[in-house]
């Protein structure tokens, strides 16, 4: 499956189907994902970029990033968010927002609409090799995951002052895989250890749900069969000072995850079928 595909008003429906083995089947993959490659973040790669003409080039690019995303995700998606209001609770504290992984592009979007400040989202080093894009996903707040000891102790230094001293969102897909216009929620493969960032740092966690439903009849004239959007804010959901850190972690992905579940149970229209083989 293609990331273009997705968006064909008029792929038949016996062809929107995909058959898996396990939730962390990847019905996208990239060349590199294909060769199954290591990929190593560039030689002196900056999380926080020192030079203040490249600072001051990341803001305008996310300001850019967040005027565009305003009309794809409200004219093209036709998406309509609930429950902003209580990130309210969170103000003047960083925090981190969980979303389910459904759409390769609107998940880059959706999440800078939905929360109240600059957000940084955690991605895949591949990520960066994308065409075009790849290399600007930092500016926008991409933060690529590190693979050497080095990067990954560069890489929680940097998250931990984005959400600590910065105040920011930090942005996770817990079930790590896109599954395109997926209508369920899949366990997350590395269970609370993605929560560790909010565990360490004391701070609020909120989970955000895409749900899909069906297009009006005069917006499937221009649309086709393609869904359209609602996206559902759900916390805060505050670690227990009485708990042990791993113990945090795993009660905030259980709620996280039992959140998702109640959201998901609002969708009214699934454009794609996944169906486990036996």
Avoid at 8 to 21: A, L, S
Avoid at 114 to 140: C, E, F, H, Q, W
Avoid at 186 to 199: C, E, I, L, Q
Wanted: proline share 7%; net charge positive.
């Amino acid at each position: 499956m293609a990331k273009a595909e997705l968006f064909q008003k008029d792929i038949p429906k016996d062809e929107r189907v995909f058959y898996y083995t396990s939730e962390e089947d990847d019905p996208i993959k990239t060349d590199e994902q294909e060769r199954k490659e290591k990929i190593l973040l560039p030689d002196g790669y900056e999380y926080i970029p020192k030079n203040p003409l490249v600072r001051i080039y990341s803001r305008m690019m996310f300001g850019i990033f967040w005027v565009f995303g305003q009309w794809y995700e409200r004219h093209y998606w036709q998406a309509k968010f609930y429950g902003r209001e209580k990130l309210k609770k969170a103000k003047g504290s960083g925090y981190v927002m969980y979303c389910n992984h459904t759409n390769p592009f609107h998940d880059v979007f959706g999440p800078a609409l939905a929360a109240d400040k600059r957000i940084y989202t955690i991605i895949s080093p591949v990520n960066l090799k994308i065409p075009g894009i790849g290399p600007l996903l930092p500016m926008i707040g991409g933060v690529p995951l590190g693979v050497t000891r080095e990067e990954k102790r560069a890489m929680n230094e940097a998250v931990d002052r984005r959400l600590v001293r910065q105040k920011k969102c930090l942005v996770i897909y817990p079930e790590a895989h896109v599954w395109p216009y997926a209508t369920t929620i899949r366990k997350f493969p590395a269970g609370g250890k993605s929560f560790k960032y909010a565990v360490r740092n004391n701070l609020p966690v909120f989970s955000m749900t895409t749900t899909y439903h069906k297009r009006s009849e005069k917006a499937r004239k221009k649309y086709g069969d393609l869904p359209r959007m609602d996206i559902y804010v759900d916390g805060p959901f505050y670690p227990d000072t009485s708990k042990s850190d791993e113990e945090n972690q795993e009660m905030l992905a259980e709620k996280v995850y039992e959140s998702m579940k109640k959201h998901a149970k609002k969708n009214t229209y699934e454009y794609f079928k996944y169906i486990k083989k036996k």
